[in-house]
């Protein structure tokens, strides 16, 4: 049986790792929900926002949290391109999902063509290392990555939920007939939830690169696992992913100490199972 300080350590873990699911999340929780497009590419666009982060760092000596302030609004202008083309082209929910798988391919290739294939790390000397409190170590970087997820999950919520553009959204993913007949413009409310969907991307992909080691195939290890989290915590809920993220990254931590690593990956599908099996409806 594990120590208290290891199942402690193993659970406060699984916040961090939970976080950082719920931020990869949050995006591609919004555009299903409420325009019904997959976005596979948004794991890619946070794996690129990730070697940006690491780029400014390390070829022009910039505080990764820069890239915070520079790589979002670049992406958000990649978002908007992206929904005018699925707009032209009239690309449905499952082509989003064949498209957007094409996308993915494409910026791989891209991070291996500019990156290469070989592992990157990023040493940010400031944000290395952690806090002692008690027994417990507290990364720096990754409390940070769970602050913000919390965040920016709290503010879209309360967008979607009081400001005239939020129940604007959620309008038109109830009726969009009935939202245009009432002078909702679905289209320029689509193009502005897919910038922003493209933004929190790169915001994901900025704390990926100060955490993780990054190879570009790395980015289909995440896609099961954060599928799992948004369709859990529900799609278009801005704070579901985050909260199922913290559910599953719990309990695959606390799998990991009680049982071995191989086990783990097995928490978040099972999960999603059950609920799918008892609620169909959620996707």
Same mark, same amino acid.
């Given at each position: 049986?594990?120590?208290?300080?290891?199942?402690?350590?193993?659970?406060?873990?699984?916040?961090?790792?939970?976080?950082?699911?719920?931020?990869?999340?949050?995006?591609?929780?919004?555009?299903?929900?409420? !325009?019904? =497009?997959?976005?596979? /590419?948004? %794991?890619? *666009?946070?794996? +690129? @926002?990730?070697? #940006?982060?690491?780029?400014?760092?390390?070829?022009?000596?910039?505080?990764?949290?820069?890239? !915070?302030? =520079?790589?979002?609004? /670049?992406? %958000?202008? *990649?978002?908007? +391109? @992206?929904?005018? #083309?699925?707009?032209?082209?009239?690309?449905?929910?499952?082509?989003?999902?064949?498209?957007?798988?094409? =996308?993915?391919?494409?910026?791989?290739?891209?991070?291996?063509?500019?990156?290469?294939?070989?592992?990157?790390?990023?040493?940010?000397?400031?944000?290395?290392?952690?806090?002692?409190?008690?027994? =417990?170590?507290?990364?720096?970087?990754?409390?940070?990555?769970?602050?913000?997820?919390?965040?920016?999950?709290?503010?879209?919520?309360?967008?979607?939920?009081?400001?005239?553009?939020?129940?604007?959204?959620?309008?038109?993913?109830?009726?969009?007939?009935?939202?245009?007949?009432?002078?909702?413009?679905?289209?320029?409310?689509?193009?502005?939830?897919?910038?922003?969907?493209?933004?929190?991307?790169?915001?994901?992909?900025?704390?990926?690169?100060?955490?993780?080691?990054?190879?570009?195939?790395?980015?289909?290890?995440?896609?099961?696992?954060?599928?799992?989290?948004?369709?859990?915590?529900?799609?278009?809920?801005?704070?579901?992913?985050?909260?199922?993220?913290?559910?599953?990254?719990?309990?695959?931590?606390?799998?990991?100490?009680?049982?071995?690593?191989?086990?783990?990956?097995?928490?978040?599908?099972?999960?999603?199972?059950?609920?799918?099996?008892?609620?169909?409806?959620?996707?």
């Amino acid at each position: 049986m594990p120590s208290f300080t290891l199942l402690a350590q193993s659970v406060l873990s699984g916040l961090f790792i939970g976080g950082l699911y719920g931020l990869l999340g949050l995006g591609l929780s919004l555009s299903w929900g409420l !325009l019904r =497009l997959i976005n596979l /590419a948004h %794991f890619a *666009l946070a794996f +690129l @926002g990730a070697y #940006l982060t690491y780029t400014l760092s390390t070829a022009f000596g910039l505080d990764p949290l820069w890239s !915070l302030v =520079l790589v979002p609004p /670049a992406f %958000f202008g *990649l978002g908007v +391109l @992206g929904q005018l #083309l699925f707009t032209r082209f009239g690309v449905t929910q499952f082509g989003s999902l064949l498209v957007t798988f094409g =996308l993915t391919v494409m910026i791989e290739s891209l991070i291996q063509w500019v990156w290469t294939a070989d592992y990157r790390r990023l040493e940010a000397v400031s944000w290395a290392g952690s806090w002692r409190v008690g027994r =417990l170590f507290v990364p720096r970087a990754e409390l940070l990555a769970l602050l913000s997820a919390a965040v920016l999950s709290c503010l879209t919520w309360a967008w979607l939920r009081y400001t005239w553009t939020g129940k604007g959204l959620r309008a038109c993913a109830e009726d969009a007939e009935i939202a245009a007949a009432f002078g909702v413009n679905r289209r320029r409310l689509a193009l502005l939830l897919s910038g922003l969907g493209a933004a929190f991307a790169g915001v994901a992909g900025a704390f990926l690169a100060l955490i993780y080691t990054l190879a570009p195939t790395q980015i289909y290890a995440w896609i099961g696992v954060v599928f799992a989290a948004v369709i859990l915590g529900g799609l278009g809920n801005p704070l579901g992913p985050l909260v199922a993220g913290v559910v599953i990254g719990v309990t695959e931590a606390l799998t990991m100490a009680l049982t071995a690593p191989a086990w783990a990956p097995l928490v978040s599908f099972s999960l999603l199972i059950v609920v799918l099996l008892l609620r169909p409806d959620r996707v």
